[in-house]
């Protein structure tokens, strides 16, 4: 496939057009280039038809009070933004934008790079200086109250290319963090995708933290902050919220040496499918452990010798995470999922009390997390690894051991059609379509699971045992 940038060039190196911002700057870091930014003097949209012709990607306008239009390459490999140059002008184009490292321009068709002055004069090696130095500034003081999520993006550009936020630009980024209030979720949303996906993502959210911005964003989270919980644990609910994110980092990371074993390669292909909003299963799981102790706070309580609960917070938090999502303006999807996981991430803690599992134990189980099984045993694997209290090291090792096996049976779980339809049985039984009549088909499943039924008789025979058992029809 051919590189977008080689597109670019090939389409637009005549015209007026150069390569702007985070395009530049990762270039000059050695970045894989599949995000171009393009600052055109000319006919936007013309451009962008003239790339989505010759890629046979998709082009559209990304706004009507910018101008600007998206090229989105095969299978989403890249996307190109081409925009008007701001002004009319290069220099006032690249005054706009917000941090030195992305006031750089170079010419599509090739050429030297451009930087924008700053003051008297900011030569561009002034400005790859800050590159070497892995420092974040502002190209003016400006930059944050022009737009707001600069703030966001702050963090994220941090830790995403390991960066130090300079002093002076951390203390504006404080002083400005309020006016996320302002900001579309949706933007804030995309920019908090990345921080949360970021390599070291527990460091990214306490970076959020130190730049005041988590109060703008996600309060909720800042709550979880001196929440004490029980023996088992060895860190508060904030401090065990990114040891998790972390956790489910490790494990995308290295599925098989993190504790996943030899079920870690399929289990990692498997979550590596795209699931909404640009995520994958495994980045969905990240906003799970952001949010799945969210409801904490508000379930605490203590018994009378002392020991600590949080009675409800599966269902609270998954409540919660749902309203949150929602508040960003996230997709259904995506926050049926985080609250799914959320609200079943203490399931399979409590079957290792129960092992050696019955055959129906293992397929509630599985029922009751569809489809998401795969994904609901990994990250309670993550919790279950942030959480190294009193009897850690056993109660690891018993957890991974059951939740390999669970996942095995997850993999392989594919549930058949039913010995006998909801309708067929109904009929043979005289039963009208009902509740009861769902909660018979369900049990003759879990039946069939457990090696009790094969045949359709069998069900039948099982059926009319139990309504018998019940003394009603």
């Not at 393009?38 to 009507?64: I, N, Q």
């Not at 930087?115 to 030569?123: I, K, S």
């Not at 049985?425 to 039946?447: I, M, Q």
Request: glycine fraction near 8%; charge should be neutral.
């Amino acid at each position: 496939m051919t590189a977008p940038l080689d597109t670019v060039r090939e389409v637009l190196g005549a015209e007026r057009a150069w390569l702007v911002g985070g395009a530049v700057r990762d270039e000059l870091l050695g970045r894989p280039l599949d995000d171009l930014d393009v600052a055109l003097d000319g006919d936007v949209a013309a451009a962008a038809k003239a790339l989505r012709k010759r890629t046979g990607g998709a082009a559209f306008p990304l706004s009507e009070a910018f101008g600007g239009w998206r090229v989105v390459g095969p299978q989403h490999a890249w996307h190109v933004d081409v925009l008007p140059l701001l002004g009319g002008d290069l220099q006032a184009d690249l005054a706009a934008r917000d941090f030195t490292i992305n006031a750089m321009a170079r010419p599509v068709g090739g050429g030297d790079l451009v930087a924008r002055p700053v003051g008297a004069a900011m030569r561009v090696h002034e400005v790859a200086a800050d590159l070497a130095a892995r420092r974040l500034r502002t190209v003016a003081p400006r930059a944050l109250t022009a737009d707001p999520l600069r703030t966001l993006r702050a963090v994220r550009l941090a830790t995403e290319l390991g960066l130090t936020i300079e002093a002076a630009t951390l203390d504006a980024v404080r002083a400005n963090a309020h006016g996320l209030a302002g900001v579309a979720p949706e933007r804030t949303f995309a920019e908090l995708k990345r921080v949360v996906g970021a390599r070291r993502p527990g460091d990214a959210v306490r970076l959020m933290q130190d730049a005041g911005v988590t109060a703008h964003v996600l309060p909720e989270l800042l709550e979880l902050r001196g929440i004490e919980q029980n023996v088992f644990h060895h860190r508060d609910v904030y401090d065990h919220t990114l040891e998790v994110l972390d956790a489910v980092a490790a494990l995308q990371d290295d599925p098989a040496g993190a504790g996943l074993g030899e079920e870690g390669p399929a289990v990692a292909a498997a979550l590596a499918e795209p699931l909404a909003d640009e995520l994958a299963r495994w980045g969905a799981m990240r906003f799970a452990a952001l949010l799945h102790d969210i409801a904490k706070p508000a379930t605490r309580g203590e018994l009378a010798d002392g020991r600590v609960t949080f009675i409800g917070h599966d269902q609270v938090g998954a409540r919660m995470a749902r309203a949150i999502l929602g508040r960003w303006r996230a997709s259904g999807r995506l926050a049926d999922h985080v609250a799914a996981l959320t609200e079943h991430h203490l399931r399979l803690g409590f079957l290792v009390h129960e092992r050696p599992l019955t055959r129906r134990s293992v397929y509630r189980y599985l029922t009751a997390t569809a489809p998401r099984a795969v994904d609901v045993t990994v990250f309670t694997v993550a919790d279950r690894l942030a959480t190294r209290g009193r009897n850690a090291e056993a109660a690891i090792d018993a957890h991974l051991v059951l939740a390999r096996a669970m996942l095995a049976e997850a993999r392989a779980f594919d549930p058949r059609p039913p010995l006998l339809r909801g309708d067929q049985l109904a009929r043979e039984l005289g039963l009208r379509p009902g509740p009861r009549l769902g909660e018979l088909l369900a049990r003759l499943e879990e039946d069939r699971f457990a090696g009790e039924l094969a045949t359709p008789e069998d069900a039948l025979a099982r059926a009319r045992e139990l309504l018998a058992a019940s003394g009603c029809r």
